[in-house]
């Protein structure tokens, strides 16, 4: 399995950074896009890296424009995606302009995932992940300016490989909630490895202790911990889970397990 970081928050020289994520995934000669970035980087990384195709398969864990604002790229790609992708939304942080976090306007005919469905040889989409562990999963999101109805980004997935490997996008289900969607649907899965933003930037020491004990009794042995997992929640994870490799890979690296 290789997973190339394509874009991410911060970037090795001569590459662009930006805040978001985009992922190139492959295993057992198979090749897939796991979300395109906020649009810039993934241009000018690829041009960089003299890669010139994207992938015919393309994975979007969720609507947030960090992860989608790329895809006026993949014009012509099979586009898996879960219903409600396309919904408009915002982020109304406190004393903060309202920010429009929604995909962007397209004319693709995507493959709706409603459920946890194998989507290449080896390769699973989680579908929705129910919100089952108590984690405190909210956020300054919303489906309106006016901040009247909260967006509980249901539309959020993950990707597992078959070797046990989960690819997270921002983690806003918590990451609790999405191992344990995953030992349900697919329980023959050992999850070892976890690759992804884990959206632990504003999490209180409740919920960084509750993910560190889960994660402690669980079969995951390594995190790259990526885009808006935040600095604070990486140095505590570090911290308390010290049987756990944890980096902080940058784009353009490339993670092979
Ligand atoms: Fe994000
Ligand atoms: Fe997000």
Known sequence: MRCSILVENHALPGLTAEHGLSLLIEQNGEAILFDTGAGKALKENCKLM?????????????????????????A?????????????????????PVRDLSMPENTLTFVRISAPAEILPGMYATGPIPRLS?????????????????????????????????????????????LEHCRKYLPDI????????????????KRLKQTADYLRKSAVKRLYLLHCT?????AYLQAALPACAILTPVAVETITL
Do not use: W, Y
């Open 50 to 74: 003299n890669m010139n195709d994207l992938p015919d398969h393309v994975f979007l864990s969720h609507g947030h424009n960090d992860h989608t604002g790329g895809i006026g790229l993949l």
């Open 76 to 96: 012509g790609k099979t586009v898996f995606a879960a219903e409600g992708i396309g919904k408009k939304r915002f982020s109304c942080h406190p004393g903060k």
């Open 134 to 178: 108590g984690e405190d999963c909210g956020g300054p999101f919303f489906l309106d300016p006016e901040k009247k109805t909260p967006d509980t980004i249901a539309d959020e997935q993950a990707l597992l490989l078959k070797e046990g490997v989960l690819i997270q996008g921002c983690c806003h289900a918590g990451i609790i909630n999405t």
């Open 190 to 205: 050992k999850i070892h490895t976890i690759i992804g933003g884990l959206h632990l930037l504003l999490a209180d020491e």
């Open 230 to 234: 935040g600095e604070n929640a990486v």
